[in-house]
């Protein structure tokens, strides 16, 4: 953790963990929204470490393992003792489509691991269950995470997704303190919050909760969602007017966005793209720097 950062650190359920409140999403090192060069990659990777970011999330899927591989380049170009950061990656999807079962997720760590060049991860996510059978979740794919977790293979499990109803299901099936973690997105942002409904239940359980896409992939920017959103017609036109309206304001609705989803404390980390996370941070450090003086 950079010394003097604006983030604060934030526990993760009854992990032990505690990062940093903003979460660095590595999805775009797979170029998934376009090119990156590998030195791009590095050079995103330690700036974001350099403002005070010590979580990178990850996943063998994002960009066919480009992503990890990618992260896995930035990570060993800190030069920093390994538990100066926390990683997570994800299994269960992967280009060729999704398979859950025990096998597959067993090896696809062992692969994640060798991309990354690590010797475990800190966290395993079940990568969007919802495209799979949760009771194939419940009783083959988290007792083989479960096993990972005793070979050291990863310190902490948990489950991804969209609709918020997979983890209920799941986490109502299962004894209590099996998931460490979830992770939700475009469910906590300014055009949704319908996660904060579900913050008591999975603090009950004990789980520590990150959420994604607070900018609702593209959605509240300037220069709108990309083409394939699933959005409807009148959600991108309700956004684009809120848009401009923070513009004829001076304001930034990314920025507005980022601030909205960080307000809630019982969320441990927003995960933001590389792109967003150095500018709200370098945005953040100047503000910082200016109540000093």
């Not at 526990?11 to 797979?30: E, R, V």
């Amino acid at each position: 953790m950079a010394a003097g950062s604006p983030l604060q650190l934030r526990p993760l359920g009854n992990t032990g963990l505690k990062l940093s409140s903003i979460g660095f999403g590595a999805s775009p090192l797979g170029r998934v929204f376009g090119p990156v060069s590998e030195e791009e990659a590095i050079a995103s990777v330690c700036e974001a470490f350099r403002l005070g970011i010590n979580f990178f999330d990850t996943s063998p899927y994002y960009g066919a393992t480009l992503s990890e591989k990618m992260l896995g380049k930035g990570l060993k170009a800190l030069g920093v003792a390994r538990d100066q950061y926390i990683v997570s990656t994800k299994c269960g999807r992967y280009q060729e489509g999704f398979d859950f079962s025990a096998e597959r997720v067993t090896k696809s760590v062992d692969e994640s691991l060798e991309r990354l060049h690590l010797d475990y991860v800190d966290i395993l996510l079940c990568h969007d269950i919802e495209f799979g059978s949760l009771d194939q979740i419940v009783n083959e794919t988290i007792p083989a995470l479960l096993k990972l977790k005793e070979a050291g293979k990863t310190r902490f499990i948990g489950l991804t997704g969209l609709p918020l109803g997979i983890f209920t299901y799941v986490l109502d099936r299962v004894p209590p303190g099996t998931i460490d973690v979830i992770l939700s997105y475009c469910h906590y942002s300014i055009n949704d919050s319908t996660l904060e409904g579900l913050l008591p239940y999975l603090k009950s359980k004990g789980v520590g909760v990150i959420s994604a896409s607070p900018l609702s992939m593209g959605l509240l920017t300037e220069s709108g969602p990309p083409e394939w959103h699933p959005a409807l017609p009148e959600l991108k036109a309700a956004c684009q007017s809120a848009s401009a309206y923070c513009k004829e304001k001076g304001k930034n609705i990314s920025k507005l966005a980022i601030q909205f989803s960080l307000s809630n404390k019982d969320i441990s980390t927003i995960l933001v793209g590389m792109n967003s996370v150095t500018q709200h941070l370098t945005s953040l450090r100047r503000f910082s720097e200016k109540k000093k003086a």
